[in-house]
């Protein structure tokens, strides 16, 4: 599929002995005592995460999805010394649109799998097909390690630039991406215009500082509410980038502490009415838990929010036409007003999402696919 000497394919195989050191690991826990009716208030589960763990260790069979996961194409590409991690799926109709598309934490690839193909086929509304790179920001699973400081956001644009247009040859491409990946996408939208057919997002930055002096009525009530909100979900934030290593033994070290960091941002960033399970698939959080403990991204991938902060990239408007979903029920932040969110882009399509929190593809593949479809068929 790919003629490229610098992009070889990658088959996920975990090694025998690290499946059964992690079994060995979920049934070696030393629990902590319990604390009556918790129920998410003060944070994970206890009942909830047992009984994950429980499944984890006894039930849950990762060579039955590792060969899911395994249809895919997988490749993995060395851009300027640091491998990159992809999935590549081409489309199905004619000239199909090259779409990157990222993910941030604490997710994965998992999050790309159903949307892939429903963003590959053919249709007959004249919604163009699209050749989709579905890539892990560096930390994340395949993706290389950074052993040193500098993969910030504006650095991994730059890998993410050319792994599309120098080693995959798209001198002309589209980007979707939430969380990070949406971060790393505004300095492509920066870096590279000239290169951008158009970028899609979900939610928008509800940070600036210092704030407009202009801002209008409904920006004022979003401010307050911001404020509000940041003052209860934004500690796991502050400590990812302060401090991070003084959380990643932790999370390279035991696979229960890594579920129960993990595991509370999808039950309360996901539209999942209380329950992460019913609403993401309990396989499927096990298959992105089990990615970030094998190759130690649960405790690498925190360190992107310590780079962010180190190095925080371009700022300004990015010109290039953008599609903003704005989902109501994502709880990792407030849903915005059109008019911030222009402060930041060149909006041409904007549209509300009712259902599907944080994780948009995950949650709702049709809907997103079907957004993606019908903006670049409207900017192409």
Same mark, same amino acid.
């Given at each position: 599929?790919?003629?490229?000497?610098? $992009?070889?394919?990658?088959?996920?195989?975990?090694? *025998?002995?690290?499946?059964?050191?992690?079994?060995?690991?979920?049934?070696?826990?030393?629990?902590?005592?319990?604390?009556?009716?918790?129920? !998410?208030?003060?944070?994970? *589960?206890?009942?909830?995460?047992?009984?994950?763990?429980?499944? !984890?260790?006894?039930?849950? *069979?990762?060579?039955?999805?590792?060969?899911?996961?395994?249809?895919?194409? +997988?490749?993995?590409?060395?851009?300027?010394?640091?491998?990159? +991690?992809?999935?590549?799926?081409?489309?199905?109709?004619?000239?199909?649109?090259?779409?990157?598309?990222?993910?941030? !934490?604490?997710?994965?690839?998992?999050?790309?799998?159903?949307? $892939?193909?429903?963003?590959?086929?053919?249709?007959?509304?004249?919604?163009?097909?699209?050749?989709?790179?579905?890539?892990?920001? #560096?930390?994340?699973?395949f993706s290389e390690i950074p052993a040193q400081h500098g993969m910030s956001f504006a650095t991994i644009a730059d890998l993410? @630039?050319?792994?599309?247009?120098?080693?995959?040859?798209?001198?002309?491409?589209?980007?979707?991406?939430?969380?990070?990946?949406?971060?790393? /996408?505004?300095?492509?939208?920066?870096?590279?215009?000239?290169? %951008?057919?158009?970028?899609?997002?979900?939610?928008?930055?509800?940070?600036?500082?210092?704030?407009?002096? *202009?801002?209008?009525?409904?920006?004022?009530?979003?401010?307050?509410?911001?404020?509000? !909100?940041?003052?209860?979900?934004?500690?796991?934030?502050?400590?990812?980038?302060?401090?991070?290593?003084?959380?990643? #033994?932790?999370?390279?070290?035991?696979?229960?502490?890594?579920a129960s960091w993990v595991i509370e941002k999808f039950q309360r960033w996901g539209d999942c009415n209380g329950n992460p399970?019913? @609403?993401?698939?309990?396989?499927?959080?096990?298959?992105?838990?089990?990615? @970030?403990?094998?190759?130690?991204?649960?405790?690498?991938?925190?360190?992107?929010?310590?780079?962010?902060?180190?190095?925080?990239?371009?700022?300004?408007?990015?010109?290039?036409?953008?599609?903003?979903?704005?989902? %109501?029920?994502?709880?990792?932040?407030?849903?915005?007003?059109?008019?911030?969110?222009?402060?930041?882009?060149?909006?041409?399509?904007w549209t509300i999402m009712e259902h599907g929190g944080h994780f948009a593809e995950w949650e709702a593949p049709k809907e997103?696919?079907?957004?993606?479809?019908?903006?670049? /068929?409207?900017?192409?």
């Amino acid at each position: 599929m790919i003629k490229n000497n610098s $992009i070889l394919p990658f088959t996920i195989r975990i090694p *025998d002995e690290e499946i059964q050191f992690l079994k060995a690991r979920l049934t070696q826990t030393r629990w902590a005592p319990p604390i009556e009716k918790n129920d !998410w208030v003060d944070g994970t *589960d206890a009942s909830y995460l047992k009984e994950l763990i429980d499944y !984890w260790a006894k039930d849950y *069979d990762w060579r039955s999805r590792e060969t899911i996961l395994n249809r895919f194409d +997988h490749f993995v590409a060395t851009i300027d010394g640091t491998k990159i +991690h992809f999935i590549y799926a081409k489309g199905k109709g004619k000239n199909p649109v090259p779409l990157l598309l990222l993910q941030g !934490w604490p997710s994965s690839f998992i999050q790309m799998l159903d949307i $892939i193909p429903l963003l590959t086929e053919a249709r007959d509304d004249e919604t163009p097909t699209f050749d989709v790179v579905a890539a892990s920001l #560096p930390g994340y699973l395949f993706s290389e390690i950074p052993a040193q400081h500098g993969m910030s956001f504006a650095t991994i644009a730059d890998l993410m @630039h050319k792994l599309m247009a120098e080693e995959l040859g798209y001198q002309k491409y589209a980007a979707r991406g939430s969380d990070q990946g949406a971060l790393v /996408q505004q300095q492509l939208g920066l870096k590279y215009p000239k290169n %951008l057919i158009g970028l899609h997002r979900t939610g928008i930055t509800p940070f600036l500082n210092p704030l407009p002096e *202009d801002l209008s009525e409904e920006e004022i009530v979003y401010q307050q509410k911001v404020s509000s !909100w940041a003052r209860m979900e934004t500690a796991y934030a502050s400590l990812q980038a302060l401090r991070p290593e003084t959380l990643t #033994p932790a999370l390279a070290d035991s696979p229960v502490a890594l579920a129960s960091w993990v595991i509370e941002k999808f039950q309360r960033w996901g539209d999942c009415n209380g329950n992460p399970d019913q @609403h993401f698939g309990r396989d499927k959080l096990l298959d992105n838990l089990s990615l @970030h403990w094998f190759n130690g991204a649960g405790a690498a991938s925190i360190r992107l929010y310590r780079e962010a902060v180190r190095n925080p990239g371009l700022s300004g408007k990015v010109e290039v036409p953008t599609a903003i979903l704005m989902p %109501l029920r994502d709880g990792i932040t407030v849903p915005a007003p059109r008019r911030w969110a222009e402060r930041f882009y060149n909006i041409q399509r904007w549209t509300i999402m009712e259902h599907g929190g944080h994780f948009a593809e995950w949650e709702a593949p049709k809907e997103v696919a079907n957004d993606i479809r019908r903006f670049f /068929q409207s900017i192409l």
